[in-house]
């Protein structure tokens, strides 16, 4: 796959990005590094490295010039050292986590069922909903077992200044995430822009009006890139998405958890009314005893088989499901909107979202998010120049005993 070159970001951008990674590098370094240690140890994990075998020599160059996602070099970047670079990595290559298929990807495998999409309109307040929203619908769309349509690049709240005109201040998810090289990891995960999108099927006549089936629908004008367009001429793309996608109103992801089987793909209504009735007497279950559920100081194991446990853990005051049914499994083309006027927003973290069966697709799951939704090289590379920078200054107020400079307070 031909790499990308991603943009310099300017100085004003980058300080703001810069603002929100500050405290997450600190947490990174001091707290979730050993965090993820104990959790290497009780799962086996391997061991984060920085060599690959390489079969063709002459890949080699191009091998060491690409981004990798288990692994960090900030040398291109400006720094920091190697040394500082690794303390920030927090994620680790394990390869059995590349061949992992879930239910619909091993049963779209077996059955040869041709690729489906999933189309998310992205949330519009600042960056940390966006990338929580985003985290959600990527983990969403993988346990459906869809390709993953990237909306345009557009502004995004807090991020948008453009003096002088020679900013950018317009941002795809490709600007963050190494979404490339995620591909490269999994052969079943795929990402295409919404211009492929609209070129491959809205402009070739596979979209048609939901309201009248063998009505063809070609997009807005017959446009087909929708990068930097205005929220109101942005409007017309989403108008015509969800014209032409299957849509399910009944998902309200704020009150709700989507929930995945071990086994089945068939969820008729029969087997959604067992769910539901399963989900409605641990969340009853709850309310009547609720002093007696101390999760923080009596969880339950990792690999606990027991639905009731889980469940009791991720509902919290919900009882609703969000079912991958029947009818949306059939579906070609799903969207997802936005709209926090109808609670429609993925505004939680996928952990709190997701319930599945299986909790080995659960532990993967998050796996995947810990180790590959990780920002990109350049982003971490600056938040290091960051905690470099302010351990250079710690030393100076205490040299004798803070020679590495790892204790400091600062204000933002």
């Given at each position: ?15 703001k ?6 405290i ?6 001091n707290?979730q590094h ?8 009780t799962?086996s ?8 075998d ?5 890949d ?9 996602l288990?692994?960090l070099?900030?040398?291109k970047y ?8 690794s303390?920030?990595?927090?994620w680790?290559?394990i390869?059995s986590?590349?061949?992992f ?9 077996e059955?040869g069922?041709?690729?489906k ?9 600042g ?8 985290e ?6 993988i ?8 909306p345009?690049?557009?502004?995004i709240?807090?991020?948008w ?8 201040h317009q941002?795809?998810f490709?600007d963050f995430f ?16 919404m211009?492929?999108?609209?070129i ?30 205005d ?8 108008a015509?998405i ?19 089987p ?5 969820l ?36 606990s088989?027991?639905?009731?446990l889980?469940?009791r ?13 029947n ?10 909107k ?13 952990y ?7 909790w ?9 998010v ?7 090289d350049?982003?971490m ?8 920078a ?12 803070n020679?590495d400079g ?7």
């Amino acid at each position: 796959m031909t790499s990308r070159v991603r943009p310099l970001y300017s100085i004003k951008v980058m300080e703001k990005i810069l603002v929100l990674l500050c405290i997450c590098a600190f947490l990174t370094i001091n707290v979730q590094h050993n965090i993820l240690e104990v959790y290497k140890e009780t799962n086996s994990l391997q061991s984060k490295s920085n060599d690959t075998d390489i079969t063709n020599k002459n890949d080699v160059d191009d091998y060491y010039n690409k981004p990798h996602l288990h692994s960090l070099k900030c040398e291109k970047y400006g720094g920091p050292s190697n040394d500082l670079a690794s303390e920030m990595v927090y994620w680790y290559k394990i390869p059995s986590d590349e061949t992992f298929l879930n239910p619909f990807q091993r049963k779209n495998m077996e059955e040869g069922i041709e690729e489906k999409f999933l189309i998310f309109e992205p949330d519009a307040a600042g960056w940390n909903n966006i990338r929580m929203s985003l985290e959600t619908i990527i983990t969403l769309a993988i346990s459906m077992g869809r390709t993953i349509v990237l909306p345009p690049e557009k502004r995004i709240y807090l991020l948008w200044e453009n003096k002088g005109g020679q900013q950018k201040h317009q941002f795809t998810f490709r600007d963050f995430f190494h979404l490339e090289e995620v591909e490269d990891e999994h052969p079943h995960l795929k990402f295409i822009s919404m211009e492929e999108y609209l070129i491959k099927f809205g402009m070739t006549g596979q979209l048609k009006s939901k309201t009248a089936p063998f009505h063809v629908k070609y997009p807005p004008q017959n446009r087909t890139n929708w990068d930097g367009s205005d929220p109101q001429v942005m409007n017309q793309l989403w108008a015509y998405i969800q014209e032409t996608s299957y849509m399910d109103e009944s998902w309200k992801p704020m009150d709700s958890i989507s929930y995945f089987p071990q086994y089945d793909t068939d969820l008729g209504p029969e087997r959604r009314a067992q769910i539901q009735d399963n989900v409605t007497k641990v969340a009853e279950d709850i309310s009547h005893n609720r002093g007696e559920y101390q999760l923080l100081s009596k969880p339950f194991p990792v690999g606990s088989t027991s639905n009731y446990l889980r469940l009791r853990e991720r509902l919290a005051n919900r009882n609703q499901v969000c079912f991958y049914d029947n009818e949306m499994q059939k579906a070609k083309f799903v969207h997802f909107k936005h709209d926090w006027k109808t609670g429609d927003r993925f505004l939680l973290p996928y952990y709190t979202f997701h319930y599945f069966e299986d909790w080995q697709q659960d532990i993967w799951t998050k796996r995947f998010v810990r180790d590959h939704l990780r920002y990109n090289d350049e982003l971490m590379c600056a938040a290091a120049r960051v905690v470099d920078a302010i351990r250079t200054k710690a030393k100076t107020y205490d040299p004798d005993n803070n020679k590495d400079g790892r204790f400091h307070t600062c204000k933002l």
